[in-house]
Nanobody
Framework: QVQLVESGGGLVQAGDSLRLSCAAS????????TAWFRRAPGTERVFVAA????????YYEDSVKGRFTISRDTAKNTVYLQMNSLKPEDTAVYYC??????????????????????WGQGTQVTVSS
């Protein structure tokens, strides 16, 4: 069993930066794929970014490419989402998710919510214009 706890959300202005953290307990992240999803008001939860089981590959939704960076620190058992140049449309609840290894690869393997067994409770990010 893996427990995930997100932190780092808050209220910022457009153009500002935030770093979200997702701390895991119960198992290590060493061999788990981890991802960030988000749900904006009145919409469904969608994929934002993921890091592969090996940690060697990262994947991003088009609207955040070049602005967001996902990374993980296995020593701290923590995954991060560095968010730069934030826009009002980035306002959402951000969720961390984790998955043990599965027999797939590539973007399509990591962007589906159904592929993740463990989820955090979410952290609110609000970007004002």
């Amino acid at each position: 069993q893996v427990q995930l706890v997100e932190s780092g959300g808050g209220l910022v202005q457009a153009g500002d930066s935030l770093r979200l953290s997702c701390a895991a307990s119960g198992r290590t992240f060493n061999s788990y794929a981890t991802a960030w999803f988000r749900r904006a008001p009145g919409t469904e939860r969608v994929f934002v970014a993921a890091i592969s089981w090996t940690g060697s590959n990262t994947y991003y939704e088009d609207s955040v490419k070049g602005r967001f960076t996902i990374s993980r620190d296995t020593a701290k058992n923590t995954v991060y989402l560095q968010m730069n140049s934030l826009k009002p449309e980035d306002t959402a609840v951000y969720y961390c998710a984790a998955s043990p290894p599965r027999g797939c690869s590539g973007y399509g393997c990591y962007d589906a919510q159904s592929g993740y067994a463990y989820w955090g409770q979410g952290t609110q990010v609000t970007v004002s214009s």
